[in-house]
């Protein structure tokens, strides 16, 4: 192993990182967006028309997500960090890459297992076990909702992610269909000539760059990253 400053290892994951794991991707055959209409449950008009619809998905999705543990290849991204500094971007609301033994998460889209005051952003707490009431109040005094990011409203974390991407030695891409801007527009700002290895089942339309494409589900994927890191390292 090389001595010295460790690399900077930059992971871009979504959905299809959980798969393995139990949980439904977005737009995959089956995904939770085929059986529901995502305005009606993700975004801000959906919880002004019907808040306890919201909390419901929300809740089903939570109460889901404390029955699920991280999978091999969470596992895998979790061990990279003994070769390199690894900071892992995700789309995903879920907590599996912590689970797992990541250091270093940021969460594009919110986190499932927390709340938020709907008058002000900064007030986020943890939820304790599956369910979000309607009645449950921030300190001051008004309803909570899911800590998530929403169809139309704005990722507010995009600027600090987009700057991660600018220090990367190595991009990796796992498990996301790039359909979702800002999110997929992250692989612009990875430094030109630097190597991006793309993990997924199916082809990813991926305009702007090259990549290496590891075509395996996330568990194995994340295997033969690792086999070939440890070569290059
Ligand atoms: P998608 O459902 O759009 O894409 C999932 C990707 O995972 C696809 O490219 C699949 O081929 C791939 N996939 C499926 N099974 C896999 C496996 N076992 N291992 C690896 N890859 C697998 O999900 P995202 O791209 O994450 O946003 O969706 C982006 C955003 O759209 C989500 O964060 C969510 C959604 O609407 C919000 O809720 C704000």
Excluded at 74 to 80: S, T, V
Excluded at 92 to 114: P, T
Aim: glycine share 8%; aromatic share 8%.
């Amino acid at each position: 192993m090389k001595t010295g400053k460790m690399k900077n290892l930059v992971v871009l994951s979504g959905a299809g990182m959980s798969a393995e794991s139990g949980i439904r991707t977005f737009r995959d055959m089956g995904g939770l967006w085929e059986e529901y209409d995502v305005t009606e449950v993700a975004s801000l008009q959906a919880w002004e028309k019907d808040r306890d619809l919201v909390l419901r998905f929300y809740n089903e999705r939570r109460k889901q997500l404390l029955l699920c543990k991280p999978n091999k290849g969470h596992y895998g991204l979790a061990e990279l960090e003994k070769y390199f500094k690894v900071t892992i971007i995700t789309q995903n609301v879920d907590d599996l890459h912590e689970r797992a033994g990541s250091s270093e998460v940021f969460h594009l889209h919110g986190e499932l297992k927390k709340a938020r005051s709907t008058v002000d952003e900064n007030l986020i707490y943890d939820i304790d076990g599956w369910e979000l009431k309607k009645g449950d109040k921030c300190e001051r005094g008004l309803q909570l909702r899911p800590h998530v990011v929403w169809f139309g409203e704005a990722v507010p974390t995009i600027e600090k992610a987009s700057e991660i991407c600018r220090t990367a030695d190595i991009f990796v891409v796992i498990g996301t269909s790039l359909n979702v801007y800002p999110a997929a527009g992250l692989i612009n700002y990875v430094p030109q000539n630097i190597p991006i290895f793309l993990i997924d089942p199916n082809e990813v339309n991926t305009p702007s760059r090259d990549v290496k494409f590891i075509k395996e589900k996330a568990g194995v994927g994340v295997e033969k990253l690792i086999d070939i890191l440890k070569r290059v390292k």
